[in-house]
C-alpha cells in the first residue's frame, strides 16, 4: 500500500503528557499537511511542508504544538502538556500539488 | 466569519431524488475551490474541483459564483452510495494549503 501511513492510528494519554505522531506520505509528494478534525467539524488546517520546509502554521498551532519534517520525508507532530481540549482526529496528508490532497487514516487521541 | 460557511444539514433525501448543497466562503481572493466526500470514519477525499464556468462529472455539477462568494453542489439520482458528508473547500489566503467547511451530511434512503 502506498498511501498515507499514519502511526498510531489511536492515542490515550493522561492530560500534562506529551505525545508524538508520526506521518509517512506518499514518496513523490513534497507537499505534506496537517489537520485536526472533531466530531462533526470539517478538518482544520494546522501546518504545511514543502519538503523540509514549513511554510505555513495556523494560528491554531499553540506553542505546545510542533512539527518537523527532517530531510522532506516522514513528518511528526508533537503536542507537549496534552490538555483535554487537544483530544481530536490528526489527520496527515500529502499532495503533488494544491490538490488533490491524500490524506491517512488520522490519529485519534484522547486526553483523560 | 468563519472562512468557509456550509449549512450542517443533515439532508435526508429518497434514492433518485435530486439535492443541492451550498457554500460560502469569505476570502474574495481565493481562486481555488473543491468539493470533498468523506464517509462515515473515514478520510476525506477529493469529489471534484469547481471552475469558474461550472462543471459536471457524471450525477454531479458544481457550480461558482465568484461576485456572491458561492458554491454549489447538484447531486442527481441520488444513490443510496451518495451518503456521506460534502466538505466544501477553498484555498488558504497563502495559496499553499486548503480551508474545509464543516461539511453537510447526506442520508439517502430506500
Known amino acids: 500500500d502506498t498511501g498515507v501511513s499514519q502511526d498510531p492510528r489511536h492515542k490515550i494519554t493522561k492530560r500534562g503528557q506529551n505525545v508524538t505522531f508520526r506521518c509517512d506520505p506518499i514518496s513523490e509528494h513534497n507537499r505534506l499537511y496537517w489537520y485536526r478534525q472533531t466530531l462533526g467539524q470539517g478538518p482544520e488546517f494546522l501546518t504545511y511542508f514543502q519538503n523540509e520546509a514549513q511554510l505555513e502554521k495556523s494560528r491554531l498551532l499553540s506553542d505546545r504544538f510542533s512539527a518537523e519534517r527532517p530531510k522532506g520525508s516522514f513528518s511528526t507532530l508533537e503536542i507537549q502538556r496534552t490538555e483535554q481540549g487537544d483530544s481530536a482526529m490528526y489527520l496527515c496528508a500529502s499532495s503533488p500539488g494544491l490538490t488533490p490532497l491524500h490524506f491517512g487514516n488520522g490519529t485519534r487521541l484522547t486526553v483523560t | 466569519r468563519k472562512e468557509v460557511e456550509q449549512d450542517p444539514g443533515p439532508f435526508n433525501v429518497p434514492e433518485g431524488a435530486t439535492v443541492a448543497f451550498n457554500c460560502t466562503y469569505s476570502n474574495s481572493a481565493s481562486q481555488s475551490f473543491f468539493w470533498y466526500r468523506q464517509d462515515c470514519r473515514k478520510e476525506p477525499k477529493l469529489l471534484m474541483s469547481?471552475?469558474?464556468s461550472g462543471n459536471e462529472d457524471g450525477r454531479f455539477t458544481a457550480q461558482l459564483n465568484r461576485a456572491s462568494q458561492y458554491i454549489s453542489l447538484l447531486i442527481r439520482d441520488s444513490k443510496l452510495s451518495d451518503s456521506a458528508t460534502y466538505l466544501c473547500v477553498v484555498n488558504r489566503n497563502s495559496g499553499y494549503a486548503l480551508n474545509f467547511g464543516k461539511g453537510t451530511s447526506l442520508l439517502v434512503t430506500p
Open positions: 469547481v471552475y469558474s
